[in-house]
C-alpha cells in the first residue's frame, strides 16, 4: 500500500512538474510573440546581434538602463525552427544571437553597439574563447539602412583603434527564432553555473554592471 501511493504521489508530481512547465512555455511564447509583432517606431526599437553564446550576451545587455527585454535566440540560417542542438552541428548556418527591444528615448542604437563591442572580442572570426564554430560569429543584423550605416562606421572607428581587423559581419536581419525556454535569461536564473560563475560574472564585473 505504502509502494503504492508513493508510486502514485511521484506519478501525480511529474504529471504537475510538466504541466507547469508546459504553461510557463506557453506564456513565455506568448510575451516572445508580444514582443517581436509590435511595428518599430521612434519609441519602440530592436536591436539583432550575436557576440558569442547567447548567455553572455543577453546577460550583459539585460543590466543596461533602457534596455526593455532581450530574447535569446538564432538567426541567419537556412534551416527552418533550429534547436540548440541543431545549430551546434555548425550545419545550419545559424549564429546564437540576441533580440534586444530598447527604449530609444534612454539608450541608442550607437550606445549599444559600443557596449556590444567591449562585451565580446569583435577581431576573432567565429570564435570566443573556447567556443568555436561559426554560430559564434561576431553579426549585427540591421532593421533598417539608418541601422545599417551606424553598424558601419562603429566598425571603422573601431578597426582604426584596434591592432586586428574588426570581423564582425553586417547583414540584414534574417528571420529570428526564439531559443528554448532554458536559454532564456540564463545567468540570472543559473549565477553558480560554471559558465556563468568563470565566464559571465567576470565579463560583467569587467564591464562594471556587477
Given at each position: 500500500m505504502k509502494t503504492f501511493t508513493y508510486r502514485v504521489f511521484i506519478?501525480?508530481?511529474?504529471?504537475?512538474?510538466v504541466c507547469l512547465g508546459l504553461f510557463a512555455k506557453v506564456d513565455k511564447d506568448e510575451l516572445v510573440t508580444k514582443i517581436h509583432t509590435k511595428p518599430v517606431d521612434s519609441k519602440n526599437q530592436f536591436a539583432l546581434i550575436g557576440g558569442g553564446c547567447f548567455w553572455c550576451t543577453e546577460a550583459v545587455f539585460e543590466q543596461i538602463d533602457g534596455i526593455m527585454s532581450v530574447i535569446s535566440g538564432y538567426a541567419g540560417g537556412q534551416t527552418k525552427n533550429p534547436t540548440y542542438k541543431?545549430?551546434?552541428t555548425g550545419k545550419t548556418g545559424h549564429?546564437?544571437?540576441?533580440?534586444?527591444?530598447?527604449?530609444p528615448q534612454k539608450v541608442s542604437f550607437s550606445q549599444i553597439l559600443e557596449i556590444f563591442g567591449n562585451a565580446h572580442d569583435p577581431t576573432t572570426l567565429n570564435r570566443q574563447g573556447a567556443d568555436v564554430g561559426t554560430q559564434y560569429r561576431s553579426t549585427i543584423m540591421f532593421y533598417d539602412e539608418k541601422q545599417k550605416k551606424e553598424a558601419e562606421l562603429w566598425k571603422e572607428k573601431l578597426t582604426s583603434r584596434l591592432v586586428?581587423?574588426?570581423?564582425t559581419e553586417i547583414v540584414p536581419a534574417p528571420k529570428f527564432y526564439p531559443a528554448e525556454e532554458y536559454h532564456q535569461d540564463y545567468y540570472a536564473k543559473n549565477p553558480e553555473q560554471g559558465y556563468c560563475s568563470f565566464v559571465i560574472r567576470p565579463k560583467l564585473k569587467k564591464l562594471g554592471l556587477e
Open positions: 506519478k501525480v508530481w511529474l504529471l504537475s512538474a541543431d545549430i551546434c549564429a546564437e544571437v540576441i533580440k534586444i527591444h530598447f527604449d586586428d581587423s574588426v570581423v
